[in-house]
């Protein structure tokens, strides 16, 4: 997307895959190049000195987290490393899922009602993906899933990923 504005070769992308997925503070910044998701977070004008961040809430902020395909992709790696947390040749239980899901994003384990919204909300949105009855390919799956796997179950995984990462 941030390449297509440019003129050609005004920047060239790293072809090393992990260099795409480093944190925002080890991105290349350039003044007159400002990155979308940056944008919507107040990002300080590169032109000028900034000694004061502002701070905002807006509702552009969390369209993007909810919408884009830097959160999706994310929520996707996230329920990737929720189902291979576990002992190899063997598929975690929801409420397995659930806590490694916890501890990985919020450093914590979830209390009783939140492993019984989760719990809800996983079994709800595997049934509604399954009575939509699209095919794999257009689901949304946890990075590294295996084939055999539910795909419903797993694309739920990723949406609830999505949510707690909001």
Do not use: M
Not at 3 to 26: F, I, M, N, P
Not at 45 to 61: I, M
Not at 100 to 117: D, N, S, W
């Amino acid at each position: 997307e941030l390449l297509g504005t440019l003129l050609k070769g005004q920047w060239a992308a790293s072809k090393r895959e992990a260099d795409h997925y480093s944190r925002s503070v080890y991105v290349f910044a350039r003044r007159n190049l400002r990155y979308p998701i940056f944008e919507a977070f107040d990002r300080p004008d590169g032109n000028a000195s900034c000694p004061v961040r502002s701070r905002s809430t807006t509702a552009p902020q969390s369209l993007l987290l909810f919408n884009s395909e830097l959160s999706l992709l994310a929520a996707r790696h996230l329920a990737g490393r929720v189902l291979s947390a576990t002992e190899e040749n063997s598929q975690p239980s929801v409420r397995e899922q659930i806590d490694r899901l916890y501890r990985i994003a919020l450093a914590r384990g979830p209390t009783k009602t939140e492993l019984q919204t989760l719990e809800t909300f996983l079994r709800e949105q595997r049934q509604r993906l399954a009575a939509e009855s699209r095919p794999r390919d257009q689901l949304a799956l946890p990075v590294g899933f295996v084939d055999s796997a539910d795909s419903f179950a797993g694309a739920a995984l990723v949406d609830a990923c999505l949510a707690i990462l909001n």
